[in-house]
């Protein structure tokens, strides 16, 4: 149970630093994130939420996850849920202010990225099963055998013209990540010495067992 625990935990906080690095995206406000673009842009058209539009897009992609074969565990589920209402809690508390200075708010961005670098890395470590994002990078590793960083950023550019023909905002930002989530995944990966193929997954059935079994 103590460690079941732990990786729990080591999950909530991957998943909030995940929030948190999305916030600072959007806070930097020289265009949004590929995804962001895309919630966004979703938001805007119907009436949502940015939140609420991250966990009706992570829900869609989830049910595309299961289809190509990957587990669907405790992770992905909390990925869909947590993440959008953490999301619209940092921008409710209005903490993280709008540089008025473009370079800071370029440098706000690409910390913004790696924080979300560390959060993946964090929450998919725990081998709860990855958020619904992140399961689709890996499924398409698995299936098309091309680096993970070049996954990540062909699936972000697909979200970012998506979004910007429902109105999200694009602009150099936008740029700057469909560029570097990729680069920033790869490089915090390699400094962690974290594959990400090598995790195994639980399923929700299977966690659910084992907290059964004691």
């Not at 998919?124 to 098309?144: C, E, N, Q, T, Y």
């Amino acid at each position: 149970m103590k460690h079941f625990v732990f990786r729990l935990l080591k999950m909530i906080i991957g998943l909030m630093l995940f929030a948190l690095g999305v916030v600072c995206t959007i806070k930097a406000n020289i265009g949004y994130a590929p995804w962001d673009v895309f919630h966004v842009g979703l938001a805007n058209t119907f009436g949502f939420s940015i939140g609420l539009a991250s966990i009706i897009t992570g829900l869609t992609i989830g049910i595309i996850v299961m289809l190509l074969g990957e587990k669907i565990g405790l992770g992905l589920v909390s990925n869909m849920i947590l993440v959008g209402i953490f999301i619209d809690l940092l921008l409710f508390i209005d903490l993280i202010q709008t540089p008025e200075n473009l370079i800071v708010s370029i440098l706000m961005l690409i910390t913004g990225l790696f924080i979300i670098s560390i959060g993946t890395c964090f929450y998919i470590g725990s081998a709860l099963g990855a958020g619904p994002r992140d399961s689709l990078m890996v499924a398409l590793k698995r299936r098309i055998k091309i680096p993970v960083g070049v996954c990540r950023s062909i699936i972000e550019l697909l979200a970012t013209v998506v979004g910007w023909t429902l109105g999200g905002m694009v602009g150099i930002g936008t740029v700057i990540s469909v560029i570097g989530i990729g680069f920033c995944i790869q490089i915090t990966f390699k400094i962690l010495r974290f594959d990400v193929t090598s995790i195994k997954h639980e399923s929700l059935f299977d966690t659910l067992k084992s907290l059964k079994n004691g």
